[in-house]
């Protein structure tokens, strides 16, 4: 490997001649350089564009030693991460250093790259085809103490949080083949409904969908059936972080939960935002934490993780009506906390869903539950922030909100900022909801 076509994308100093990238409010300067997919092949973005893997490839201009491996040249005939998460921790760093040399400033690849770059608001980059990883399976966890505490105080006023919640990650089995690109319409659900708690009931379209505020990651290195993730490797074994819009209907929800958990209420659709923020791009915003009471269970042996950290992102819900989109209108923000606030973090998640030996496989999807936060206004989803419609939301047209109504679009960004440290952004996660089908 020669050194001098490699640059640390870490360093807070470094710059780029890609346009947009320097954009103090911008979400994708040279320190991030989040993956996805474009036009059915490997993507990384920078500023106002995206550059396509394999194009570079194809023009000669990776450093030889990565460009010659079978892993990297499988890797670009895919149409998904899937192939760059399974490459070597120190090929993976190769590859963000030698793009980072390729798109900084005063780099002599500049000529060649700019003839490849493609517009971020060309239709292939803004609304991909698919998710950007395969996922062979989806788990969504409930790791937010507020959210939990809200949530449960609605239902049982007396007894909020179940005694096992602050001992044990809790999770259910979400579904893999319904997570859906950002951009993809979300068609309402129907389902058994009830008037009244013991029924009868009917079925039809659902009257109170919900979004969820989330933060997804997916795993990078994975366990064989039988073993465990210490919880101090967890960490690193996750290869990025994306945004996630668990769409939840409250109505169906109400009558099937118990006693299994969220099933059809949930697995209609689930939205991930097309760019994966690497672990890397993030370790400058990774905060102490979580927050424990004093009289808070001390995490067992396999969940104490001395050095665990959770990851302050800002985190933003947007809603805009069908006639907002029409006139023009900006979305109005519903919502704004940080995902610095959970009570679980994601190395724990990752180690709990493992510890009874449940293999984790490269690209499965973890996402962490409804990030609320203390404040009304960081509460991640309509059933808390409209606490069940009791407190209806104004939107920018003047028209009220209980739930979520045909043509709203659930806009997710999220951005994590720092002193001395370009801003880091994720992006959207968005999704248009269309009326049930007949
Ligand atoms: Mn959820």
Redesign the pocket.
């Known amino acids: 490997m020669s050194v001098n076509v490699l640059l640390d994308p870490a360093d807070p100093a470094l710059r780029s001649w890609v346009p947009g990238a320097n954009n103090p409010d911008g979400d994708f300067p040279i320190q991030n350089l989040p993956y996805g997919t474009v036009d059915g092949g490997v993507a990384v973005r920078i500023g106002n564009k995206a550059l396509v893997l394999r194009d570079v490839l194809e023009a000669d201009l990776f450093v030889k030693k990565l460009a010659s491996s079978d892993e990297f040249q499988m890797a670009m005939d895919m149409a998904w991460l899937n192939g760059i998460a399974e490459l070597s921790p120190e090929q993976q760093t190769m590859l963000r250093r030698n793009l980072a040399y390729m798109l900084a400033e005063g780099s002599p690849a500049r000529p060649k790259l700019e003839r490849l770059l493609r517009d971020a608001n060309d239709a292939s980059v803004e609304a991909p085809e698919d998710a950007p990883f395969v996922v062979g399976d989806y788990t ?3 790791a937010s103490l507020h959210h939990a505490t809200n949530v449960g105080s609605m239902f049982r006023p007396t007894n909020p949080l179940l005694p096992n919640w602050k001992h044990v990650p809790i999770g ?1 089995h ?1 579904r893999a083949s319904s997570i859906i690109p950002s951009g993809r319409p979300v068609i309402r659900p129907s389902g058994q409904t009830v008037a009244s708690d013991d029924g009868p009931p009917s079925f039809g379209p659902c009257k109170l969908l919900d979004y ?1 505020l ?1 933060v997804g990651f997916y795993v990078g290195v994975g366990n064989e059936l039988g073993e465990t993730v210490p919880v101090t490797d967890a960490w690193r074994r996750i290869f990025g972080f994306c945004l ?1 819009n ?1 769409w ?1 209907a409250r109505d169906i929800q109400k009558w099937e939960y118990q006693p299994l958990g ?1 099933f059809l209420a ?1 697995n209609f659709a689930t939205t991930v935002s097309p760019w994966v923020v690497t672990r890397e791009a993030l370790e400058p915003f990774r905060v102490a934490g979580p927050s424990r009471a004093a009289d808070d269970p001390r995490p067992l042996d396999y969940l104490c993780d001395p050095n665990g950290t959770n990851i302050d992102i800002t985190l933003e819900v947007f809603i805009a009506s069908l006639k907002m989109r029409n006139s023009g209108l900006a979305p109005t923000l519903v919502s704004r906390g940080s995902f610095r606030d959970m009570f679980w973090t994601p190395a724990q998640m990752l180690a709990h869903h493992a510890s009874n030996g449940c293999n984790m496989q490269i690209g499965d999807l973890l ?4 990030v609320s936060g203390a404040t009304k206004d960081s509460r991640g ?1 309509m059933l808390e922030r409209t606490w069940r419609g009791t407190e209806p939301i104004t939107l920018g047209d003047g028209t009220e909100r209980k739930f979520l109504l045909d043509g709203d679009e659930v806009i997710i960004r999220g951005h994590c900022v720092k002193p001395g440290h370009p801003r880091i952004g994720f992006g959207e996660c968005r999704g248009i909801v269309l009326p049930a089908r007949a």
């Open positions: 969504d966890f409930y259910y979400g969820e989330e996630v668990d939840s969220p949930k996402a962490s539950g409804t989803c």
